[in-house]
């Protein structure tokens, strides 16, 4: 999983949750024995631990701290990314899309939009038809950035599925 271009195609990101699901499962098991297969994941106390739903949390929040520590240095977080990636490869084009996209509420994603704004990689442009509807554009500041993001986001998802 080298590609820069990380994102938007749901089949890619399907597979990278089922490695992820496995290796949170594997390092579980192995918590046991003493190593670890995935940087950051907990050990599982039980078998009830185990069920598909509390893996596909574990692995999204080993997956979110992971990022979050890559993109420190941008001053972003994975969160935040995931907004800029949504609106650049066109997803999402309002706060509505990515509040339904990204499962936000409307309160929470203002704040985030209004924090990358504050950074200006991303700008609120209202409609000239419909002045209710405001687009969200990447500006070139954010899409200067883009990319390094992107692979900043790949080297995560290596790293996560390097022992599997």
Do not use: W
Not at 65 to 71: N, Q, S, V
Not at 95 to 104: F, P
């Amino acid at each position: 999983m080298t590609n820069p271009q990380f994102g938007g195609e749901l089949v890619a990101q399907a597979v990278v949750v089922q490695a992820v699901i496995l290796a949170v499962a594997m390092n579980s098991k192995q918590q046991h024995s003493g190593t670890t297969a995935v940087p950051g994941a907990a050990a599982a106390g039980s078998d009830d631990d185990m069920i598909v739903g509390h893996l596909i949390g574990r692995a999204r929040s080993a997956l979110l701290t992971g990022l979050d520590t890559e993109l420190e240095p941008f001053g972003l977080t994975g969160a935040q990314f995931a907004v800029l990636k949504h609106v650049a490869d066109g997803s999402a084009d309002t706060a509505a899309d990515l509040c339904r996209t990204m499962h936000y509420d409307t309160g929470s994603m203002t704040r985030m939009l209004d924090r990358l704004e504050e950074k200006a990689v991303l700008r609120r442009e209202r409609c000239t038809q419909d002045r209710r509807v405001v687009y969200l554009r990447i500006t070139a500041t954010g899409n200067e950035l883009l990319p390094q993001l992107r692979t900043a986001a790949v080297r995560v998802i290596d790293q996560h599925l390097a022992e599997i």
